[in-house]
């Protein structure tokens, strides 16, 4: 079965499944370096994969690639998710054709950002462009009628639910955004009623809400929505850092003892880690202590950020992983399997767990890699799980330790263990490429909550260079909340060389990332520390990257070619130029000494980080100017910067003393 809502009907109601997201890698190595993950991932045995999208370029393709590995090299059931505002009807059908080719039969729609009204009203919009390929979206529930129109029943679909409400820009609401679950049901029922075959909801951390949500969609009195699956989307907790971005970006709401807990570890990345798994577990089973009679299977859908020991420490915690087949399996003279269905967690739990309920660790991850497998002769059929198979080149050859024990590796034990799980640590921007979960937690992007509406209201309307130097001015002054590459505030080190950055400012020089020289100081270190809290040090070079005008930068990059190996640089524009001192260098800039643990260099900047951020960087000034009318001042003003400007990165090697970087960049 290949379609999500057949594998879900397929189980008893008392059933318990989860399913996983990734997205696909920033870098090819980050791609190949999935690969093994997904592997011991699968051995846990999904119900289903989703795969995130975004339209156009390579992004798009990367997408498919990643479904394609999904669907048909691991055999998992695999849900490709699908935006649709800004894109046209033929883009779409693209997508579809492609999913149909690789055989992905299930996918997540959705709106995506803000449809951008200069180029999007449709109310008075020639004939071809509201009908036809060129037939453009304003919400996810047209997209599900068009699925439906063009393809009937082929695709499974999904929609999105949102157990806080769907934040909706509103400057009259605190916060900018108007959010009320009520006030988003007639569009759920919408979406239901057009063909959406299951929700799937955004992720939580207050477990009552999300119980309130789901009755209040249960006691419906037409009985919808117990026609159909509703999944609780749930994200534990990576890293201080990346978690405080994401509760901002989502707009959910953190119960007061799990806000206290995560801000008493702040800075502690390790303790938050610990403290994110004990938060979802503890979700987790409250829901499932809380499911009343229903007539689907309860699932629990994860969202990895392509990493894994989190998630599967949860998986064990909440006894997710499926039990063992209670009955051998036969082989027809065919050689086809009779009876082999993926296996499920029923519960309550089988006889054999002890009395207070709880199976041991072991048997728990004997659950999740012994089991009777077939032998194949030939090719997998494709609608049979890879994990139920061997080779006969393979069959008898002892297994390996991934083979043995998977979740154990996933969670980092053993030598196979640290290997899996060594970019642990949060993996932003400026983190190791070579990473799966390389730039997961992205802080510098023109995010979809930044509606046209809320950037107006933010960054008003821009005619001259002095607008934007004011900007980033307000910016690092904290009397402005976020700027086109960040809605985060200035990190706290920011404090530290403010002056500077507000000098270079000064010269129409735009900051943006940066930092100050670190020199050992304690991991526990209130601004600087992160990592585990206690016994271990922290350095930094000092690095800042900023837009420059292009004579500007000729200028600079003399001076810093004069200066030979006291720094380095990478710069390029928005036409795809790229120049650095050296473009094969591997330049950590903050990196850690841990008792009983190898160096850990959370940020690298390379070639390879940079131009994949430099590519980025440059479509958020387009997307800032599509905001404005075209041929409008501000439109004109911010297309003619993109034009001009380019974007540099300047790392100083001297972490002890540091201040070499700013002179050079401050004289003249």
């Keep these: 079965m290949s379609k999500i809502i057949d594998r879900i009907s397929a189980l008893p109601a008392e059933a318990l499944f989860f399913s996983l997201e990734f997205f696909p890698p920033k870098t090819s190595a980050g791609f190949d370096n999935l690969l093994p993950r997904l592997h011991r991932l699968r051995a846990l045995q999904p119900l289903f994969i989703c795969v995130t999208f975004s339209a156009g370029g390579s992004t798009a393709s990367r997408s498919l690639e990643l479904a394609d590995v999904c669907q048909n090299q691991l055999n998992l059931t695999t849900c490709l998710h699908l935006t649709c505002t800004n894109m046209k009807a033929g883009a779409v059908d693209e997508v579809l ?57 082929y695709f499974c679909i999904g929609a999105a639910a949102y157990p806080e409400g769907h934040p909706t820009p509103s400057p009259a609401h605190p916060g900018g955004f108007f959010q009320d679950p009520q006030h988003d049901l007639p569009h759920l029922v919408e979406k239901v009623k057009a063909g959406a075959d299951f929700l799937l909801t955004q992720l939580f951390y207050d477990v009552n809400k999300y119980l309130a949500f789901e009755r209040l969609l249960r006691s419906q009195d037409d009985g919808l929505f117990e026609k159909i699956p509703i999944i609780p989307g749930l994200m534990p907790a990576q890293g201080w850092q990346s978690f405080s971005r994401t509760i901002k970006l989502a707009r959910v709401t953190i119960p007061t003892d799990f806000q206290k807990k995560f ?53 064990e915690g909440t006894e997710l992983l499926p039990a063992p087949s209670l009955e051998d399996e036969y082989v027809k003279s065919s050689g086809e399997a009779v009876g082999n269905t993926f296996t499920i967690n029923i519960q309550p739990p089988p006889e054999d767990v002890s009395s207070n309920n709880q199976t041991s660790t072991a048997s728990r991850r004997r659950r999740s890699s012994t089991k009777n497998r077939v032998i194949a002769s030939g090719s997998i059929p494709q609608d049979q799980k890879t994990d139920d198979y061997v080779f006969e080149e393979e069959a008898g050859k002892p297994r390996t330790e991934a083979d043995e024990d998977p979740l154990a590796i996933a969670e980092g034990e053993g030598s196979l263990g640290r290997a899996a799980t060594w970019d642990d640590y949060p993996n932003g921007r400026w983190g190791d490429a070579r990473s799966p979960a390389y730039n997961s937690a992205n802080n510098y992007a023109l995010h979809p909550n930044l509606s046209p509406s809320l950037a107006l209201s933010l960054w008003s309307t821009p005619t001259t260079h002095s607008d934007i130097t004011s900007i980033f001015r307000r910016y690092l002054q904290g009397t402005l909340s976020a700027n086109p590459w960040s809605e985060d505030a200035p990190s706290p080190e920011t404090e530290i060389i403010k002056s500077q950055l507000m000098s270079l400012n000064d010269k129409g020089w735009w900051t943006m990332a940066s930092q100050p020289a670190v020199n050992g100081v304690s991991s526990g270190h209130p601004v600087f520390g992160w990592g585990p809290k206690r016994g271990g040090f922290v350095y930094q070079k000092p690095f ?30 928005a036409a795809g130029e790229f120049q650095a001192s050296d473009e ?43 905001v404005f009318a075209k041929g409008s001042e501000s439109a004109k003003l911010l297309d003619d910067l993109r034009g001009d400007l380019w974007l540099v990165n300047v790392i100083g090697h001297d972490f002890v003393d540091g201040e070499g970087l700013w002179q050079v960049l401050l004289e003249g």
């Design 584 to 626: 094969e260098s591997l330049n950590p800039v903050t990196w850690g000494a841990f008792k009983g643990k190898e160096i850990i260099t959370p940020t690298i900047i390379e070639a390879v980080s940079f131009r994949e951020w430099q590519e980025e960087a440059f479509v958020i000034w387009r997307e800032w100017g599509s």
């Design 544 to 573: 800042v990257e900023l837009f420059l005008p292009a004579s500007d930068w000729n200028t600079l990059r003399e001076k810093l070619e004069k200066r030979g190996n006291e720094f380095t640089y990478f710069a390029g524009n």
């Design 97 to 153: 054709k492609s999913c149909k080719k690789l055989n992905v039969r299930n996918i997540l729609a959705l709106r995506g950002d803000e449809p951008r009204e200069s180029e999007y009203a449709l109310d008075d919009a020639p004939d071809e462009v509201q009908h036809g390929e060129n037939r453009r979206f304003a919400h996810a529930v047209d997209l599900i009628r068009y699925i439906r129109e063009q393809h009937g029943d």
């Design 263 to 315: 801000q008493s570890l702040k800075g502690d990345d390790e303790g938050v880690k610990d403290a994110g798994v004990a938060v979802v577990t503890d979700i987790v089973n409250t829901i499932k202590q809380n499911r009343p009679k229903r007539r689907f299977a309860q699932g629990f859908h994860f969202y990895t950020l392509n990493l894994e020991k989190a998630v599967a420490q949860i998986l």
